[in-house]
């Protein structure tokens, strides 16, 4: 018998990435906005900044309508919608740039309040799929020359969130806004643990 064994058998994660994908920086964010400003990619621009304002998980950000963040004529300030992940609603802001882009979108599409916020283009009933949205996300990190393999779209979810934490230090506000259950996954989500006991190590003198 002249089976031949591997014995040492590729790896699973053998040349992938693995762990918690990078926020993007805030010089970064504005990279990308430029960009699409200057191509006119309208949906795009709205759904890039809704992305950072709302930290929303992709299957809920996709599932907006525009009744979910518009009143009457007028984009809110803030909206609330149920998390598809935990059932438990989660709020959120809509900054200017945000509610600008959404405008503008909204116009460009013709969107009633009980369309989708981001239909898909081949089934409109339908939005956007997750994959067509990673496949944004790569192609606009890439046009400022960051590696697509880096980022992903749990980066934009992660954005706000770690500026606001690295400037109020606040672990429970950032699970009430980014929808955890449990602090642990917002400590895990951050990824900022260990800097943080160093922090703390560091300003204790003995």
């Known amino acids: 018998m002249n089976a031949h064994i591997n014995h040492n058998p590729r790896a699973w994660n053998q040349g992938k990435l693995i762990g918690q994908k990078p926020p993007l920086k805030r010089r970064q964010v504005w990279g990308i906005r430029i960009r699409l400003q200057i191509a006119q990619k309208a949906r795009d621009l709205a759904l890039f900044n809704l992305a950072l304002d709302s930290k929303l998980r992709g299957c809920d950000l996709l599932a907006l309508r525009l009744g979910d963040v518009q009143n009457g004529q007028e984009v809110r300030r803030r909206a609330k919608v149920i998390q598809k ?122």
């Open 85 to 206: 992940k935990t059932g438990k609603p989660v709020q959120f802001e809509i900054s200017q740039p945000t509610r600008e882009a959404i405008r503008d979108w909204r116009d460009k599409a013709n969107l009633e309040l009980r369309d989708l916020l981001f239909p898909s283009r081949v089934t409109p009933a339908k939005p956007i799929s997750g994959r067509q949205y990673s496949r944004l996300v790569d192609c606009w990190v890439s046009s400022i020359g960051l590696p697509a393999s880096s980022y992903g779209t749990h980066s934009l979810r992660r954005t706000k969130a770690s500026l606001i934490y690295k400037k109020s230090g606040n672990l429970r506000a950032i699970q009430l806004l980014l929808g955890h259950t449990k602090i642990d996954s917002t400590v895990r989500d951050l990824g900022v643990e260990v800097d943080d006991a160093l922090r703390l190590a560091e300003s204790v003198d003995l």
